[in-house]
């Protein structure tokens, strides 16, 4: 159970899927068609979605690298919360944005795994909520060539460790697409 009190809803978050980010992805296709889904189960649902954006040096705004991939549309009425830093919430809005829709658990999805997934989950979790990775909805690019493991490895390694996350009075979890469960 969440930390943070007053906040019973869940929200699905949907992290840096843009088409820079994601183009030479570990099973892209796959990775993005399972965001997709659980996008359209949450509009189906009313549970909140919220997209984050990344821009930086290299992913600037506007460019057609920074936009989201063609396969994924946010609706006007959805949050749109932008970030230059690993961690959605650092230096952002995404806490006012989730506090004001009553938000204390977080579904998490995007890219990439090792740099802007990691650092969301773990930020989320130390700030109060309750966090569930989903396993086959998170990817990352091909970063052996520096030293990390192959990008399935990465990917796997971290569904491993997040399972097995606790702290008192929050729960950490995670699941695959076709077990996503966005109340209780």
Not at 13 to 18: A, L, M, N, S
Not at 45 to 62: K, M, N, T
Not at 127 to 146: C, I, K, M, N, P
């Amino acid at each position: 159970m969440t930390t943070l009190s007053g906040r019973p809803n869940t929200a699905l978050v949907v992290v840096d899927v843009q088409t820079g980010v994601v183009e030479r992805a570990h099973q892209r296709g796959a990775v993005v068609a399972n965001i997709g889904t659980l996008v359209a189960r949450a509009r189906q649902e009313g549970v909140p979605i919220v997209w984050v954006q990344h821009s930086d040096e290299e992913l600037a705004r506007g460019s057609d690298a920074w936009e989201y991939v063609p396969e994924l549309r946010r609706q006007e009425q959805e949050a749109l919360v932008h970030k230059s830093f690993g961690d959605s919430f650092e230096g952002t809005a995404l806490e006012d944005v989730l506090a004001a829709a009553g938000v204390g658990r977080l579904v998490v999805t995007g890219a990439q795994t090792d740099a802007c997934i990691r650092s969301t989950i773990h930020g989320a979790f130390a700030r109060g909520y309750d966090v569930t990775l989903v396993s086959d909805a998170h990817t990352t690019e091909d970063q052996s060539a520096w030293g990390a493991p192959p990008p399935d490895q990465v990917i796997a390694h971290t569904n491993l460790y997040w399972r097995y996350q606790t702290a008192p009075g929050r729960t950490a979890g995670v699941t695959e697409t076709k077990d996503v469960a966005f109340s209780g």
